[in-house]
């Protein structure tokens, strides 16, 4: 017997319609989505107006999107969306490092430098030796691990946000442990940063009264051969945004030590990256 559209039975109508044949995780999935995207609308009676707003909210989300903006990354960001979906794919054991949000800056092709160069190229900000190991669960170094870092300049923005501005591949470059694990480079101690805020994302999260901050961090992909991927952050300890970051991706874990360098204007940060073997289950 065919299953008619009604408000009681929206969801079972809608579902009823998918093919037999179709991928079972895209079945899964969809039918899903449909089962809460309808308990959402009926719970809150969404009117007619309230809908229409969502669409024009969404086609405006969808314009502002190009080759050096991602409005709805941004949009899944500041919802907390992204950190679940990173949180639910990189369960790790313990005592690895925890991942966190990718963030839309990251650039491919960085260029590989040695141990100790200096990764500020506009000669901008306080200057940092970010100094560790890369390691895997039982401690010992992880040789040929690669340490992909990228964070914003002094100003708040990343070079691909200023390429008329910064110079190419500032504060960003690629390094290779050795045999020690050791790594170590210099770059800026990190600046808080608004999250682009003049589009639809931005308006959103002042209907909402919340602030665009990011509290101030630096970025790294590390990857060896055998492990598990890791894209993370580390955070400067004494930020004031760090409990309220717009897009949640702080852990405890993630917040190392930033220090002066006695008689020097230079700050240190240590921080080790411990790695999961592939094998271990996510």
């Given at each position: 017997?065919?299953?008619?559209?009604?408000?009681?039975?929206?969801?079972?109508?809608?579902?009823?319609?998918?093919?037999?044949?179709?991928?079972?995780?895209?079945?899964?999935?969809?039918?899903?989505?449909?089962?809460?995207?309808?308990?959402?609308?009926?719970?809150?009676?969404?009117?007619?107006?309230?809908?229409?707003?969502?669409?024009?909210?969404?086609?405006?989300?969808?314009?502002?999107?190009?080759?050096?903006?991602?409005?709805?990354?941004?949009?899944?960001?500041?919802?907390?969306?992204?950190?679940?979906?990173?949180?639910?794919?990189n369960r790790r054991p313990v005592g690895a490092t925890?991942?966190?949000?990718?963030?839309?800056?990251?650039?491919?092709?960085?260029?590989?430098?040695?141990?100790?160069?200096?990764?500020?190229?506009?000669?901008?900000?306080?200057?940092?030796?970010?100094?560790?190991?890369?390691?895997?669960?039982?401690?010992?170094?992880?040789?040929?691990?690669?340490?992909?870092?990228?964070?914003?300049?002094?100003d708040g923005f990343y070079d691909v946000q200023q390429?008329?501005?910064?110079?190419?591949?500032?504060?960003?470059?690629?390094?290779?442990?050795?045999?020690?694990?050791?790594?170590?480079?210099?770059?800026?101690?990190?600046?808080?940063?608004?999250?682009?805020?003049?589009?639809?994302?931005?308006?959103?999260?002042?209907s909402l009264g919340r602030h665009p901050y990011r509290?101030?961090?630096?970025?790294?992909?590390?990857?060896?051969?055998?492990?598990?991927?890791?894209?993370?952050?580390?955070?400067?300890?004494?930020?004031?945004?760090?409990?309220?970051?717009?897009?949640?991706?702080?852990?405890?874990?993630?917040?190392?030590?930033?220090?002066?360098?006695?008689?020097?204007?230079?700050?240190?940060?240590?921080?080790?990256?411990?790695?999961?073997?592939?094998?271990?289950?996510?």
């Amino acid at each position: 017997m065919a299953e008619y559209f009604s408000e009681e039975r929206s969801v079972e109508a809608v579902n009823s319609r998918m093919g037999e044949d179709i991928n079972p995780r895209l079945a899964r999935v969809m039918a899903s989505l449909v089962k809460h995207l309808h308990a959402f609308a009926k719970d809150v009676t969404l009117t007619q107006e309230e809908w229409d707003l969502a669409i024009g909210f969404l086609t405006r989300t969808g314009n502002l999107c190009h080759g050096e903006r991602q409005e709805f990354i941004l949009l899944s960001d500041a919802l907390g969306f992204s950190m679940l979906v990173d949180a639910i794919n990189n369960r790790r054991p313990v005592g690895a490092t925890e991942n966190t949000v990718f963030g839309p800056f990251h650039v491919e092709g960085a260029p590989i430098r040695e141990m100790g160069e200096n990764i500020s190229l506009d000669g901008k900000g306080e200057s940092c030796l970010f100094i560790g190991r890369v390691l895997d669960l039982d401690g010992s170094p992880i040789e040929g691990a690669r340490i992909d870092v990228w964070s914003d300049n002094s100003d708040g923005f990343y070079d691909v946000q200023q390429p008329d501005i910064q110079p190419k591949w500032n504060n960003r470059g690629i390094f290779v442990t050795g045999a020690d694990g050791c790594y170590n480079f210099v770059g800026i101690k990190p600046v808080s940063y608004p999250i682009p805020d003049d589009g639809p994302v931005g308006q959103m999260l002042a209907s909402l009264g919340r602030h665009p901050y990011r509290p101030a961090h630096t970025h790294y992909l590390v990857t060896a051969e055998g492990y598990q991927q890791l894209v993370t952050h580390t955070f400067v300890g004494d930020d004031p945004y760090l409990e309220s970051d717009t897009v949640f991706g702080v852990k405890d874990t993630l917040i190392a030590p930033f220090k002066r360098i006695d008689g020097l204007t230079l700050w240190r940060s240590d921080f080790d990256f411990i790695l999961t073997p592939m094998e271990v289950a996510r």
